[in-house]
């Protein structure tokens, strides 16, 4: 199946907004973005692959806003569980710096996003958080109203390859991060693996564990994992254990595997479908948009005993796709 082999782009047509003393709010959507199976080197311009550009409307009938957009690269912040802050602010392109939006118009914004063509950039999750600010400026007097500033967040995952040339990019690496699973019909034992890279410079213990993220409302898909285009999140994490039966899996404790410093280990993992179980024939995104999944879901998470995540993907297919 092609979707294999070209980048999946799922979005969430969110208006994502925050408030001042004054009841002032700066609108953005779409809010959350995630760009998955992007090749290192190759080039994404969000207008020209999903037509769209981040929308800044300006409901002033008078006041002319300023826009700019960057992105941010703060060493304290926390990107999103399994994801890595985006190493390069330069691996992200505004065409300007500043954007105009007249009164009773909508600024649009396009960028692009190149990801350097290394092998360590393969099996990769970054987080882009995109600073916007808005100033709202009164030309008949010569004031400024009120400026504000929203973060936006947008995901990047790239190709996943099974036997990278080097260990992946960071302190945890995973490869293939991105496990699709064919002809994955209910009620029959399938195994899976992966493996594991310790690049930090001690020994570490790895707890691997299955992890269905948040399915609730608007408010929780910005803090979650987002979804895999054409899925649906499996229905238990119990679908899933490790092979190696010594490991404790009870209680949610998941796996543990030790490995040394600057060293791999091989995980194997039990995926077995409930013979019952059958993908539904319409799915919902938060805020109501429909679709048609195509495979089930399951994010299996690996924690180191630092506290660090990464995660990968495992999609099965049943046999009639």
């Known amino acids: 199946m092609h979707i294999f082999f070209r980048y999946i782009i799922t979005f969430l ?30 080039t994404f311009d969000f207008y020209s692959s999903t037509g769209l550009t981040i929308k800044i409307p300006n409901e002033s009938g008078k006041n002319k806003y300023i826009i ?22 330069d691996w992200i392109d505004f065409p300007k710096d500043t954007f105009i939006a007249l009164p009773s118009d909508t600024c ?26 808005q100033t709202s400026l009164s030309e008949e007097q010569g004031y400024i109203d009120f400026a504000l500033a929203v973060t936006i967040k947008y995901y990047i995952e790239t190709q996943a390859k099974p036997l990278p040339e080097v260990n ?37 213990t790895y707890r691997v564990f299955p992890y269905i993220p948040s399915r609730g409302d608007t408010i929780n898909v910005e803090l979650d994992i987002p979804a895999s285009g054409n899925s649906c999140w499996s229905e238990d994490k119990e679908w ?61 998470m690996v924690e180191s005993d630092s506290g660090n995540r990464r995660f990968l993907r495992l999609l099965a297919f049943p046999p009639s796709l």
């Open 168 to 204: 992946p990019f960071g302190k945890i690496g995973l490869a293939p991060t991105n496990i699709f699973l064919k002809n994955a019909e209910p009620g029959k034992q399938h195994v899976v693996s992966f493996n594991i890279y310790n690049n930090d410079t001690t020994e570490h």
């Open 13 to 42: 047509l969110l208006i994502f907004s925050t408030a001042n003393t004054f009841a002032k709010s700066i609108e953005v959507m779409p809010s959350v973005i995630c760009v998955q199976n992007l090749r290192p080197g190759q």
């Open 68 to 89: 700019e957009c960057y992105t941010k690269g703060e060493s304290d912040y926390r990107p999103l569980h399994g994801y890595y802050l985006i190493p390069e602010k």
């Open 240 to 300: 899933i254990k490790p092979k190696q039966r010594k490991f404790l899996w009870f209680f949610n404790k998941g796996s543990r595997i030790k490995i040394k410093s600057n060293q791999a280990k091989e995980c194997k993992i039990e995926i077995q479908i409930p013979s019952e179980a059958k993908l539904p024939d319409i799915a919902y995104l938060p805020g109501g948009f429909a679709y048609k999944p195509r495979s089930w879901e399951i994010i299996i």
């Open 108 to 133: 649009k914004v396009n960028f692009q996003v190149k990801i350097p063509d290394k092998p360590k950039y393969y099996n990769q999750a970054f987080e882009l958080p995109i600073n916007v600010t």
